[in-house]
């Protein structure tokens, strides 16, 4: 998939737009810069992630109900009245319920995905965070893809993935896949709509090469990419970040980076002030 520059715009204004938000912050979205950083710690909590300093919140869907939390429209109303108050915008949905209900196998699974693609053009967000960890939504066994597993994915994930990329939405596929597995699904799927939502942390703790796979990744990622580096604050652990600020740039990476960072000061607002601040100086961004 190739995000382009008017794909990522325009689902983000759609998404204002529907929120009814001021002209000034529409015209402050058509503007945006190329990279943004957003964090998980605060989900509908748009004000804590103003005081971080931080221009977006990645939020979750819910639990595994047959309609989700996020398909309420209450629910998305609340959100969007707390991003006209602080101008923070939702860069990202999370279906973590996948992690236990897998989405290529659960009946459920087409639903949910097309409640979150409705959610997530509501609210603007441009990326839908598709999880794959443990038990049965594992995709590897070892360091093999488990085919059925794959196949029932991209059976399904064919159907789902032009409604996605209609409403300007992508899908991204987290999972312990190296970005050649990745790949190989994303080539089977054969359509956009999906792609890759990469983790350095989660990458480089399975040995993978970092800037390798985010420059093979070139044009597959999703607008949205987790920053975490286990216990640490970013720039303090085993991810060589410098490498992947320049692999980013390289492939002129446009979207989100969203903090999935831990908090060793037991403060959220301080500690994804301190990773978001470190961000901008790596990446070279104007606040």
Request: charged letters at 25%.
């Amino acid at each position: 998939m190739s995000l382009t520059r008017r794909v990522f715009l325009s689902g983000s204004a759609a998404g204002l737009a529907g929120a009814a938000l001021a002209p000034q912050l529409l015209a402050a979205e058509a503007s945006a810069p190329r990279i943004r950083i957003a964090a998980r710690h605060f989900g509908g909590n748009l004000d804590g992630a103003k005081k971080a300093g931080l221009e977006g919140v990645e939020v979750g869907v819910g639990g595994p109900k047959d309609t989700l939390e996020i398909a309420d429209p209450a629910r998305r109303a609340k959100i969007k009245e707390q991003m006209k108050a602080t101008g923070v915008a939702v860069s990202s949905l999370s279906m973590d319920l996948l992690n236990g209900n897998p989405v290529a196998t659960d009946p459920r699974g087409p639903a949910w995905l097309e409640q979150c693609i409705e959610a997530a053009k509501d609210l603007g967000a441009v990326g839908i965070l598709v999880p794959f960890f443990g038990g049965e939504s594992s995709l590897r066994n070892g360091k093999g893809l488990i085919k059925e597993r794959v196949d029932a994915l991209v059976a399904r994930l064919k159907e789902i993935a032009p409604k996605a990329k209609a409403a300007g939405v992508s899908l991204g596929l987290e999972n312990t896949c190296s970005a050649k597995q990745n790949l190989e699904i994303l080539d089977a799927i054969g359509t956009d709509g999906v792609s890759v939502y990469y983790d350095i942390g989660n990458s480089t703790g399975h040995g993978y090469d970092v800037p390798a796979e985010i420059r093979a990744l070139k044009g597959r990622l999703c607008p949205c990419i987790h920053f975490k580096d286990g216990g640490s604050y970013l720039g303090e652990g085993r991810v060589k970040m410098e490498p992947v600020a320049e692999a980013l740039k390289a492939i002129e990476f446009r979207g989100w980076i969203v903090l999935e960072t831990a908090c060793p000061s037991k403060d959220a607002v301080a500690d994804c002030k301190r990773n978001a601040d470190y961000i901008r100086k790596l990446m070279g961004l104007t606040t």
